[in-house]
């Protein structure tokens, strides 16, 4: 049986990534910083054929990270795939954005990615056929006001995603990313129910004229931790119901 650590995995994509893995039979480590989203994310987790753990885990702190890896081995024996999903979003016009709002965003989105790749590699390489899938975002590659170090982050992060991508491909660990547009995470159904963002709006710019459903963009992390994607690497997929090709917004 396979194992997969997911950070961010007790909310949203991540844990929509987290329900995929169990239902088709991998072990699944849960982490992020919310211990009571975890344990209620692993009790609702319980009934898959895989197993799934929670840890506690700041993608910030490296000593966090090799921690809870160390756990996984214990637990699992090997680890086998890594799903980045841990994010935060920070809202501020770039004049008043202050320092160490923009750190905490780049730290969260871009510097956990780099510090939990590089904390998995010796197990992903011993693993043999390993995968990483970073969860990044449309921002990556359009610009959005008030999101500075949000779209920095996820631009950097496919940035990363190629790099990885190149120089871990001989040591057969595959690297590629999902760009999501417009989900119903529970984050936009909150914007959504009180009135910081307008759903008729968002859809309206959305060729597709719906949101995403986190299990679609889980589907397509699954598809490239799949071995239907073995000669995909260093590549990120947009997911976005075409809102980035709409040339008419």
């Known amino acids: 049986m396979k194992t997969a650590l997911v950070t961010g995995g007790a909310k949203g994509i991540g844990l929509a990534i987290s329900q995929e893995l169990v239902a088709l039979g991998w072990n699944v480590v849960v ?3 919310d211990a009571a989203a975890i344990d209620t994310a692993v009790a609702g987790l ?3 054929p895989g197993k799934a753990i ?3 885990m700041d993608v910030r702190d490296r000593t966090s990270i090799d921690a809870v890896i160390a756990d996984t081995r ?4 090997s680890l086998d795939s890594l799903i980045n999903c841990a994010g935060v979003i ?3 016009e770039s004049e008043v954005l202050s320092e160490a709002d923009w750190e905490t965003v780049i730290d969260t989105d871009l510097s956990g990615v780099f510090k939990c790749s590089q904390a998995a590699f010796a197990d992903l390489e011993k693993a043999k056929g390993a995968t990483i899938v970073n969860v990044g975002s449309i921002a990556g590659s359009v610009g959005i006001a008030g999101r500075a170090g949000y779209t920095a982050a996820k631009a950097g992060l496919e940035g990363l995603t190629r790099t990885l991508g190149l120089e871990w491909a001989d040591r057969d660990i595959r690297v590629n990313a999902v760009a999501p547009g417009w989900t119903r995470t529970e984050m936009v159904a909150g914007g959504i129910k009180d009135g910081r963002l307008s759903e008729a709006a968002l859809t309206s710019r959305i060729p597709q ?3 995403a459903e986190p299990s679609e963009i889980a ?3 699954l598809f490239l931790m799949s071995s239907d994607s073995s000669y995909i690497t260093g590549q990120t997929i947009t997911v976005d119901g075409g809102i980035t090709i709409n040339g008419n917004t």
Do not use: P
Not at 74 to 77: I, L, N, V, Y
């Open 219 to 221: 589907k397509v992390v």
């Open 90 to 92: 920070i809202r501020n």
């Open 31 to 33: 982490t992020g910083r």
């Open 74 to 77: 214990s637990e699992f024996g």
């Open 46 to 48: 319980a009934s898959g």
């Open 54 to 56: 929670g840890r506690v």
């Open 209 to 211: 004229k719906r949101l």
